[in-house]
């Protein structure tokens, strides 16, 4: 393993056998006797790497593969073929020392006692990783101030909302500090308030420990705010693996136009131009770059019409991800 590096995955390929059959009864007798079986490729050979104290971003569209590279990272899967090493261990192959080092939080996955308060779950985790005691009362006393779960942690985990039931396993997965961390969807079920808290935890952990995070999540507020660098799977291999802002250089080819007239104007045309939305005194125009210029479009808008103002931006990073998983 390279220096710095905590994570290395050389090769990974995951293929799935199922069975298949065309519908109706006749067929579904003939499959009780035979059966026809297919081969889908999960991953097809995904290389990566990660260093210490990343925040990494795992993203794609659902049936990318990114479920699978996780769950063959935290040592759950065996990969059909390729190498992974964690922290100096082959996760599925040393999963009981391993897993001393790591947490795990999946959205959908129960990792608290359900009828009793989270406090207690806490205290079986302390004796599970044999945490100190008094590491454990100043690591969680922090860690209870930052999420703001004072009076959350005494109740029934069965009585808490979905935000306040991440949170909690969020504290529990930290509580042995682990050198990696593995986040599938962390801020699911919560508002807006309590994401900017989890956010601020989460980079407040990673300067304070130097912990790793990859974190899988559809909510691209979510990786902007948390990782500079992203990895975006789709169809089983990596599309593109860098710094959150080469994503706009490399795919991104259009622009977006926000023009303000001083008279009633709601129609433009223009060759690479789509007008994206209009109102009496206002035109949203997007501008395929590969096919016009800003510069164009811009005279041919002050030569038209009496304009006010005139402002371009980029296009949100949402619809530049949609984008790459389309192509």
């Known amino acids: 393993m390279k220096p710095g590096n905590i994570i290395e995955v050389n090769g990974l390929k995951k293929a799935y056998k199922t069975s298949k059959r065309d519908p109706g009864l006749i067929n579904a007798i003939k499959a009780l006797f035979k059966r026809q079986y297919m081969e889908k490729e999960a991953l097809k050979g995904i290389t990566f790497s990660v260093k210490k104290g990343e925040i990494l971003g795992l993203i794609g569209p659902n049936g ?60 079986m985790h302390k004796e599970v990783y044999n945490i100190p005691p008094r590491e454990y009362a100043t690591r969680l006393k922090r860690m209870i101030r930052l999420l703001s779960l004072e009076e959350v942690v005494k109740k029934p985990v069965r009585d808490l909302s979905l935000g306040e039931r991440m949170k909690c396993k969020l504290v529990a997965s930290l509580l042995h500090n682990p050198d990696l961390v593995f986040l599938d969807e962390p801020s699911i079920g919560l508002d807006v308030i309590a994401k900017n808290i989890m956010r601020d935890f989460i980079i407040e952990t990673n300067k304070h420990n130097r912990t790793t995070f990859i974190i899988t999540t559809h909510d691209m507020q979510e990786i902007e705010r948390l990782c500079k660098r992203v990895i975006i799977i789709n169809h089983g291999g990596i599309v593109y693996d860098g710094p959150l802002h080469g994503i706009k250089q490399q795919f991104q080819s259009f622009k977006v136009v926000d023009v303000k007239m001083e008279t009633e104007r709601n129609t433009f045309s223009k060759k690479g131009c789509t007008v994206l939305e209009k109102r009496p005194y206002e035109l949203r125009i997007q501008i395929d770059t590969k096919k016009t210029t800003i510069k164009e479009v811009i005279n041919l808008l002050i030569k038209r019409y009496d304009v006010a103002d005139i402002n371009v931006s980029d296009p949100p990073i949402e619809e530049i991800i949609e984008l790459v998983f389309r192509q």
């Not at 261990?89 to 999963?95: A, I, L, N």
Request: glycine letters at 10%; charged letters at 20%.
């Open 64 to 123: 990318a593969g990114k479920s699978t590279t996780i769950k063959a990272l935290s040592g759950v899967l065996f990969p059909t073929s390729g190498t992974v090493e964690v922290l100096g261990y082959t996760p599925w192959e040393e999963r009981e020392d391993y897993v001393q080092h790591i947490g795990v939080v999946f959205g959908q996955k129960p990792q608290l006692v359900w009828d009793l308060p989270a406090m207690d779950s806490f205290e």
